[in-house]
């Protein structure tokens, strides 16, 4: 069964940090383009950061650059979400997505086939 999991969501306070865990099985994410969404309150689902397969190419949303670190460990089969400097614009449900090698459009919902079941991030003031 082909599936990702994120993990490492939680309660932080403004100016704090986590790392948020994305594993998969079922599938090799070194072959697969991989990207962070979220989705606050009210609000469409973002996309935050994307990775190419490989890790050739990331893309982070203005959002978050310079705060968010994607990075993957090929070994482990996981892709890792490192959030710095969180602040309460950062709570929401945070979503790990895959599709095979790119995808066609890096922060279209639609350009994946594989989601997870997300983690929820708090960030209180």
């Known amino acids: 069964q082909v599936q990702v999991v994120e993990s490492g969501g939680g309660l932080v306070q403004a100016g704090g940090s986590l790392r948020l865990s994305c594993t998969a099985s079922g599938l090799r994410l070194e072959d697969y383009a991989v990207a962070w969404f979220r989705q606050g309150p009210g609000n469409q689902r973002e996309a935050i950061s994307y990775n190419t397969w490989k890790g050739v190419t990331t893309h982070y949303a203005d959002s978050v650059k310079d705060r968010f670190t994607m990075s993957r460990d090929n070994a482990k089969n996981v892709v890792y979400l490192q959030m710095n400097s969180l602040n309460p614009e950062d709570t929401a449900i945070y979503y790990c997505?895959?599709?095979?090698?790119?995808?066609?459009?890096?922060?279209?919902?639609?350009?994946?086939?594989?989601w997870g079941q997300g983690t929820q991030v708090t960030v209180s003031s």
């Open positions: 997505a895959a599709v095979r090698s790119y995808a066609s459009i890096w922060d279209r919902p639609g350009s994946y086939n594989v």
